[in-house]
């Protein structure tokens, strides 16, 4: 057993001391090429092809392409906020009319009526309450037709709002003003309310052309603007 210890320990040194002993073969670079061979070409090969394999040496640069890396961040971009136009309050009286490019809106009368009657029918304002009639021309002047629309009419009496109603019959012959109105054209007609028998102050607002013209149509009456308004003439308007 001993004397197998003492013969590897002694071939371990004889591999210790051997100058080549364990190593494998390396050419010798002092031996001259063969005819015909170009080693520094076969070099060039080996190292072209290595650089070509090598990702980290031909990736782009992400500095050079990216186009949040070219210095100075621009500032973020915010959708910006319309600007909002005013719009105008065109008052309305028997005495003042309104007028644009696109149209002239005048008043005709206003006039109470208890009732109103017919062959066929009587409309009845009820007790206590009389009819309120406004009489309005509205000529249009803009390239297109225009739309007078009930939604758009806003009114109070003595503080309180009330709804516009409707008439079966037509006073002093006009037709209700909500209607088309062709372009170049001129209509008459009238808008009508209930409002108690001893009211003192009616406010009237149409806002049909606000979004469009930015404007807004007022008149506030009193007992005072009572007045008879012509018999309805389509060409006298």
């Avoid at 490019?101 to 009368?109: E, M, N, P, Q």
């Avoid at 803009?142 to 709804?163: F, L, M, R, T």
């Amino acid at each position: 057993m001993l004397k197998k210890v003492y013969l590897t320990l002694l071939v371990m040194l004889l591999c210790i001391t051997i100058p080549g002993c364990g190593k494998s073969e390396t050419p010798d670079s002092s031996v001259s090429p063969e005819p015909g061979s170009n080693p520094s070409i076969e070099q060039g090969n080996s190292n072209s092809n290595d650089a070509t394999e090598s990702p980290e040496t031909d990736a782009p640069s992400d500095k050079t392409t990216s186009p949040e890396n070219t210095g100075t961040p621009e500032p973020e971009q915010t959708p910006g906020k319309a600007k909002k136009t005013k719009t105008e309050t065109a008052i309305l009286s028997l005495d003042q009319q309104y007028s644009d490019d696109s149209k002239t809106v005048k008043i005709l009368g206003l006039k109470e009526y208890k009732k109103l009657e017919s062959e066929n029918y009587t409309d009845k304002a009820g007790k206590g309450k009389k009819f309120l009639v406004l009489f309005l021309s509205i000529t249009n002047t803009a390239s297109e037709e225009d739309y007078i629309n009930y939604n758009y009419v806003s009114a109070k009496v003595d503080g309180k709002a009330i709804e516009n109603t409707f008439l079966v019959n037509e006073p002093k012959s006009y037709p209700t003003i909500f209607t088309h109105v062709p372009s170049g054209s001129t209509i008459g007609g009238f808008i009508v309310w209930k409002v108690p028998e001893e009211w003192k102050k009616m406010e009237f607002v149409y806002n049909g052309w606000k979004d469009r013209d930015n404007v807004s149509m007022k008149a506030t009456f009193t007992p005072d603007d009572l007045s008879d308004p012509l018999i309805y003439n389509a060409n006298n308007l």
